[in-house]
């Protein structure tokens, strides 16, 4: 039986890689090995890596891919992408390649506004409250300014903060609802450290207040931290073209094309089942980007996902129209991204990653990131309408098939010919490479 371990933080890597292979898996041995195959040669960018998280027993690798040729307001770039999902990279530099002759990607900011709030209960009057916060907002930049100083040296820093009565959504609620600009940085770091002081100030201003005398009238701070939700932190990204210049498959009229493209985002809007798989498919090209850059990726999806829902039901992110014989694709999203801070100095591949960028803004990583959600969603609909998306898919699957099964280099090259004029399923491949 398994017993519960104490100071399994304080045990050494090899003591812990011993502890879990011995208690939760079936050939000790074996997993020892497994783990220790993942160390990197190069123990300073191992001991890099072993330091990133606790207790770190190996490293939990993805491929990075590039896919080239995205032509973004008229600047070419060769996007990173740690994925593991086979096809998606193919489908992102497909659609990069489709839109390089038809004038590419064009992009804009529309915002940049972080956000951040300290929660906290107060059991008295909100007009006293509401007066009380009339002389505070000086008093809350003021305590922070050592913290803000060097954002604001360089043009960011807190942009507002306002006191908000939630007592509708839940009994003495209430809350200080701050926004910031982080300018190249995320700002997680930055805003939990300035809500952090605003919710002492404000606790501290309160206690001293003569405005709250009566007993009832009490305040608690619950919690300060940053709102992943960021929806005046928007970024569009947009392709276009004449209806006619749409297609370059021979079996469907680039009207035709048109149509079905715009029923397709018309499902996605109308159908919350549709919507989640259509969002999913611009998360692929969006998230392989944002963990290729460092960036928070769990942060991301839940800001993206909130945003697909702001008009009360999850909906499509991507749109489309034909207007004027026009056809034009495009997304708006909410990306709080950064490129300096986090990982972005410290792990080398991210480095890289962002030296291929070409070292962008965070501004200009948003409108990189969007651009790829926006490729892969034009990728997946357009197989969707069209071919069905098994057919490249299953062509990319096809090798960890092949590689599931152990087949030889030699037996690759042949299944891979076998396969291009035959339907690729995994029993189909697996009858086929028994038979070679
Ligand atoms: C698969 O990873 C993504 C798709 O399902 C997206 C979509 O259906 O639009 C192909």
């Known amino acids: 039986m398994i017993t519960p371990i104490e100071g399994f933080s304080k045990l050494t890597k090899n003591q812990k890689i011993a502890w879990i292979a011995e208690n939760y898996t079936q050939n000790s041995d074996e997993a020892i090995k497994i783990l220790k195959r993942y160390w990197n040669a ?16 190996s490293n939990y690798y993805l491929p990075l891919g590039i896919a080239p040729n995205f032509l973004i307001n008229d600047k070419l770039y060769a996007i990173p992408m740690a994925i593991e999902e086979s096809s998606v990279v193919a489908a992102a530099s497909k659609a990069a390649k489709f839109w390089l002759k038809r004038g590419g990607f064009k992009t804009s900011i529309i915002g940049t ?99 709250f005398s009566n007993s009832y009238e009490e305040l608690e701070i619950v919690m300060s931290i940053l709102s992943n939700y960021v929806p005046n932190c928007i ?42 798989t259509h969002n999913k498919g611009i998360m692929n090209g969006i998230d392989a980007v944002v963990l290729a850059t460092g960036n928070d990726f769990r942060a991301i999806e839940a800001g993206v996902h909130a945003y697909a829902a702001k008009d009360g039901q999850y909906s499509s992110l991507t749109h489309a129209t034909v207007e004027n014989n026009i056809f034009k694709f495009w997304i708006e999203i909410p990306l709080a991204l950064g490129t300096v801070g986090g990982l972005t100095s410290l792990h080398p591949l991210v480095k890289l990653a962002l030296e291929i960028l070409q070292k962008p803004s965070a501004k200009e990583l948003m409108q990189i990131v969007a651009v790829a959600g926006l490729a892969q969603n034009f990728g997946a609909v357009r197989s969707l309408v069209t071919t069905g998306i098994q057919k490249g898919h299953m062509k990319m699957h096809l090798m960890n098939i092949l590689n599931q099964l152990g087949a030889s280099e030699e037996q690759k090259v042949t299944l891979v010919e076998h396969f291009k004029t035959n339907t690729i399923t995994h029993s189909a491949v697996i009858e086929a490479y028994n038979k070679l």
């Not at 960018?45 to 027993?57: A, C, M, P, R, S």
Request: overall charge negative; charged content about 30%; glycine content about 4%.
């Open 42 to 57: 190069d123990s300073d960018l191992q001991k890099l890596h072993d330091e990133f998280i606790e207790n770190t027993v």
């Open 113 to 211: 506004e972080k956000v951040g709030q300290v929660h906290f209960m107060y059991t008295g009057d909100f007009t006293k409250l509401n007066e009380f916060f009339t002389g505070l907002e000086s008093v809350l930049k003021n305590d922070a300014s050592d913290i803000t100083k060097n954002m604001k040296k360089r043009g960011g820093g807190i942009t507002a903060i306002t006191l908000k009565d939630k007592t509708e959504d839940l009994k003495d609620y209430y809350q200080l609802h701050c926004t910031f600009e982080t300018l190249d940085a995320m700002g997680a770091n930055f805003i939990n450290t300035c809500l952090e002081q605003f919710a002492q100030t404000l606790k501290r201003e309160f206690t001293n207040s003569l405005l």
């Open 235 to 276: 970024v569009k990204a947009e392709v276009s073209c004449p209806v006619e210049e749409l297609n370059d498959d021979k079996n469907i009229s680039p009207e035709d094309f048109a149509q079905k493209m715009i029923r397709a985002i018309a499902i996605a809007k109308a159908e919350p089942y549709r919507a989640v």
